[in-house]
T-cell receptor, first 112, second 112 residues
Framework: DAEITQSPRHKITETGRQVTLACHQTWNHNNMFWYRQDLGHGLRLIHYSYGVQDTNKGEVSDGYSVSRSNTEDLPLTLESAASSQTSVYFC???????????FGEGSRLTVL | SQQGEEDPQALSIQEGENATMNCSYKTSINNLQWYRQNSGRGLVHLILIRSNEREKHSGRLRVTLDTSKKSSSLLITASRAADTASYFCATLTHSGNTPLVFGKGTRLSVIA
């Protein structure tokens, strides 16, 4: 069955380190998204992509970057992790801009 | 910025009762979607209603949309303990290829 997988599911890192969260989908969806979820804030959009080589900033993009070299993957990189980036990160994909989102199970990141 | 706001933030009901959650939004939309999130899991799409639709049903779910009031409601009939989860509304605006914007969610507890 087609799916979307995130790794790692849990990570603890130190302030200042670079961290990359992986997202891989097998639906061949053009659209992929990264959200973060924090208590009291719901889901906030970090970055998104509508196809290979396309990337766009979301509401809370500072400190994060993404690259889209193929259809299946959209890795999220924290260049220099900060404690404010402790959160649960969700990757999602969609077959089209008006359609439903398919979410991964999330990656819980703790920055000490 | 949050487009959708759910109300109430938390809801506790007995098994067999109906649960109603509301979502208000600020700008015109292309469609509105509802998602469910079980504790520690990713979000799962429940239902999508387009701006030219007023009501939609899916199993025990009934969604209404009032574009004049910029509001939507999700009704879960004959609730079960397994319906315990957080429920989020998400909106897609008319402004071209824009991602979904999520509200902060309603936490539903169904007591057996």
């Amino acid at each position: 069955d087609a799916e979307i997988t995130q790794s790692p599911r849990h990570k603890i890192t130190e302030t200042g380190r670079q961290v990359t969260l992986a997202c891989h989908q097998t639906w061949n969806h053009n659209n992929m998204f990264w959200y973060r979820q924090d208590l009291g804030h719901g889901l906030r959009l970090i970055h998104y992509s509508y196809g290979v080589q396309d990337t766009n900033k979301g509401e809370v993009s500072d400190g994060y970057s993404v690259s889209r070299s193929n259809t299946e993957d959209l890795p999220l990189t924290l260049e220099s992790a900060a404690s404010s980036q402790t959160s649960v990160y969700f990757c999602a994909s969609s077959p089209g801009p008006t359609g439903e989102l398919f979410f991964g199970e999330g990656s819980r990141l703790t920055v000490l | 910025s949050q487009q959708g706001e759910e109300d109430p933030q938390a809801l506790s009901i007995q098994e067999g009762e109906n649960a109603t959650m509301n979502c208000s939004y600020k700008t015109s939309i292309n469609n509105l979607q509802w998602y469910r999130q079980n504790s520690g899991r990713g979000l799962v799409h429940l239902i999508l209603i387009r701006s030219n639709e007023r009501e939609k049903h899916s199993g025990r779910l009934r969604v209404t949309l009032d574009t004049s009031k910029k509001s939507s409601s999700l009704l879960i009939t004959a609730s079960r303990a397994a319906d315990t989860a957080s429920y989020f509304c998400a909106t897609l605006t008319h402004s071209g290829n824009t991602p979904l914007v999520f509200g902060k969610g309603t936490r539903l507890s169904v007591i057996a």
